[in-house]
């Protein structure tokens, strides 16, 4: 019987070997500095992503039937800001967040005292953005703070509005909740909104990831608020600017603004969603094992077509490689749609991308201890090369 092969050295050899070429990948990749966009790429590549893009793909996105953003991207006045938020706050929202820094007392005497006038109306209904600055890698905390002027004489609700991206051109997938601040901890702008929904919902330290399921947030611009009343009533209101390019980054589902980012993360925290990133060690452990299914399954396939050596297709589909890529694919295919399954379902994201790399690799290690078997066996006719599973494979 065969069976006894399916667990023989060779195939935790070619397994190991296959390990072994991608740690050298890596290390390369990481190390050799024209390489430097491989690295680049790499590190903002998420299957994540593309789990989102199945979610939206040919489905319509449902809209938030709790969250309302509205627009002002038109509006630089502070007379006509201070105006909108108290359209806003007679429409009786359940919370408003405010992401917009009104930073400094300007010449506008008038503007500037509308706009404390409505700051007051909204009362603890509402948190304004604020942005943290300065941070002191020695110490690891922020060392100084960008406020509204108005929070210097108005006890407020606030909120850091930084979003992790290291001012980096790439994709956003997480936020966090606390930031040090010198010697404090201060939350963060949709954590604080969420906080006043919810004063259930506590602080964590941790970074999480921002869900981006297939929903949709209803926009509603500034001037357009006596017609979408129904919108505004009884809901969340994110107040800021949709359309400026200066605040527009990139994520797992396209362009966006910063104030849509944080309505994500708004949605995440009052969802308590947590998607639970598996241990390195463990991605390691789960990929090394279907590694080892791969190569039993490549093997399995062999002895099946050793029984069909006069087949002619079977010999074709065999010697051309057709069989092999195959089985590979569908592998491949089956790990994609699980880790899908699992971040989907369970809030689990499993590192896919390590599997299908030692399951690519798999296929030259097997090659070249193959061919190390075969060669070596030719002049040396040792125990160990006559008992390879690969020392008659032709």
Known sequence: MHWRYFFH????IVTILAFVFMGVLAYVTLNVDFLNPVKQAFNDYSMSDMYYQIDRHGVQPEPSELITIVDMTEYYDRGDLAEILLKINEMEPLVVGVDIIFEGVRDDAVGNDLLQEAVK???????????????????????????????????????????????????IRDYTVTQRLNDSTVCSFPYKVAHLMDDDIQPTDKVLHIDYSNVTF????????????????????????????????LSPIG???????????????????????????????????????????????????????????????????MLTTVLVVSWLIAINWTGYLLFKNNGVYVDTVLIQA????????RGIYKAFIQSMAINHDHQYFRTSIFYKDE
């Not at 050295?9 to 935790?12: E, I, L, S, V």
């Not at 926009?219 to 605040?247: C, F, N, P, Q």
């Not at 030692?358 to 030259?364: G, K, R």
Request: hydrophobic residues 45%; aromatic residues 10%.
């Open 9 to 12: 050295r060779d195939h935790w």
């Open 121 to 171: 109306a909204l009362g603890d209904k509402a948190v304004f953005a604020m942005k943290l600055k300065d941070y002191d890698e020695d110490k690891a905390c922020f060392t100084g703070v960008t406020r509204s002027f108005f929070t210097d004489s108005i006890a407020v609700n606030q909120g850091y509005a930084n979003l992790p991206d290291n001012m980096e051109d790439r994709n």
């Open 218 to 249: 209803p926009v509603v611009k500034a001037s357009e608020l006596d017609e979408h009343v129904d919108l505004i009533a009884g809901r969340v209101v994110m107040l800021g600017t949709m359309y400026e390019e200066r605040d527009m980054h």
């Open 255 to 321: 362009k966006m603004a910063g104030l849509e980012m944080q309505t994500y993360s708004l949605k995440t925290i009052l969802e308590r969603k947590i998607i639970t990133d598996l241990p390195e060690w463990l991605n390691h452990v789960i990929a090394f094992i279907v590694c080892f299914l791969v190569e039993l399954s490549l093997y399995a396939l062999g002895l099946f077509t050793t029984r069909f050596k006069k087949n002619t297709i079977v010999v074709f589909l065999e010697k051309s490689g």
């Open 358 to 365: 030692s399951v690519a690799l798999l296929m030259a290690a």
